[in-house]
Nanobody, 124 residues
Framework: QVQLVESGGGLVQAGGSLRLSCAPS????????MAWFRQAPGKEREFVGA????????KYADSVKGRFTISRDNAKNTIYLQMNSLKPEDTAVYYC?????????????????WGQGTQVTVSS
């Protein structure tokens, strides 16, 4: 069974940094597009950023551009979300997702494999 396993969430003060990791089990993500979404209480799930594994091309939401960076490690079959200059409004559950069609998109409906989520809390 294909699964995505996230790690790295936690509590941090505003202005601080965190790095999230996402590793799939059961398959190799070399042909996928991997993305991060987040969902705050009472809000819809929103796109954060994505990386097209084969090309390394990335796409980010305007709200995180210049602060967040997605990267991949081929050897570890893992993607990362480096979050810097965190703000209280970044507080949410962060989800890793996979798009098997390798389309670099922010459309949540194109991602059909999801992780369990990891909580990120930014205090002011």
């Amino acid at each position: 069974q294909v699964q995505l396993v996230e790690s790295g969430g936690g509590l941090v003060q505003a202005g601080g940094s965190l790095r999230l990791s996402c590793a799939p089990s059961g398959y190799t993500i070399s042909t996928y597009t991997m993305a991060w979404f987040r969902q705050a209480p009472g809000k819809e799930r929103e796109f954060v950023g994505a990386i097209q594994w084969r090309t390394g091309n990335t796409k980010y939401a305007d709200s995180v551009k210049g602060r967040f960076t997605i990267s991949r490690d081929n050897a570890k079959n893992t993607i990362y979300l480096q979050m810097n200059s965190l703000k209280p409004e970044d507080t949410a559950v962060y989800y890793c997702a996979a798009n098997p069609w390798a389309i670099l998109t922010a459309d949540v409906h194109t991602y059909d494999i999801w992780g369990q989520g990891t909580q990120v809390t930014v205090s002011s």
